[in-house]
């Protein structure tokens, strides 16, 4: 079975300052990662994912994230925080054992401060 | 890109009666389609997941004879809520894969459920 475990309900960032959400997984399996955001009262929007290859992904709006195995963590960083970033972020991971469900964390509520 | 389309956005409907919440696929065809349900200030907590032309598959603790799902095509799947309680307010969000891009999961916007 795989899981993901997002460290920091809350995070509080200026505006202009580094973001980082933090995601660690577990999984028997080399696993596929992904980078959600939520909007109130939206779906999901995807931010990155990281399949195979190279361990540094790039996603949209700026942000991006590093697959590190020996570490088991995935985590989110944008260099300079926007007003509008402000928003619910989830991390995924599908492992290949688990059919292609995703089991998501749960969740960093990103506050972006003037 | 890959586009989902749920509705209603909103919806609110008195205990006991049946609520229907559509899940459509718009520019491609969806193998796979998830039903999460997600509680206020809380995670995505998958309720099942169905395949075109074949039974949901519900997720432990997930009431099947309350919980609906259809798939009858590859572009409709449909989350039947039956006789709602007020503990059945949720928000409901559908999600969906296809074969060109497995890894792909597309999200409906979700459907805002009160039972009254």
């Known amino acids: 079975a795989q899981s993901v475990t997002q460290l920091g309900s809350h995070v509080s960032v200026s505006e202009g300052a580094l973001v980082l959400l933090r995601c660690n997984y577990s999984s028997s399996v080399p696993p596929y990662l992904f980078w959600y955001v939520q909007y109130p009262n939206q779906g999901l929007q995807l931010l990155l994912k990281y399949t195979t290859g190279a361990t540094l992904v790039k996603g949209i709006n700026g942000f991006e994230a590093e697959f590190k195995k020996s570490e088991t963590s995935f985590h989110l960083t944008k260099p300079s925080a926007h007003m509008s970033d402000a928003a619910e972020y989830f991390c995924?991971?599908?492992?290949?054992?688990?059919?292609?469900?995703?089991?998501f964390g749960t969740g960093t509520q990103l506050k972006v401060e003037l | 890109g890959a586009v989902v389309s749920q509705h209603p956005s909103r919806v609110i409907c008195k205990s006991g009666t049946s609520v229907k919440i559509e899940c459509r696929s718009l520019?491609?065809?969806?193998?796979?389609m998830f039903w999460y349900r997600q509680f206020p200030k809380q995670s995505l907590m998958l309720m099942a997941t169905?395949?075109?032309?074949?039974?949901?598959?519900?997720e432990q603790g997930v009431e099947k004879d309350k919980f609906l799902i259809n798939h009858a095509s590859l572009t409709l799947s449909t989350l039947t809520v039956t006789s709602a309680h007020p503990e059945d307010s949720s928000f409901y969000i559908c999600s969906a894969t296809w074969d060109r891009d497995v890894y792909g999961y597309t999200f409906g916007s979700g459907t805002r459920l009160t039972v009254v």
């Open positions: 520019d491609f065809q969806a193998t796979t």
């Open positions: 995924a991971v599908r492992g290949v054992g688990g059919g292609n469900k995703l089991t």
């Open positions: 169905s395949n075109e032309g074949s039974k949901a598959t519900y």
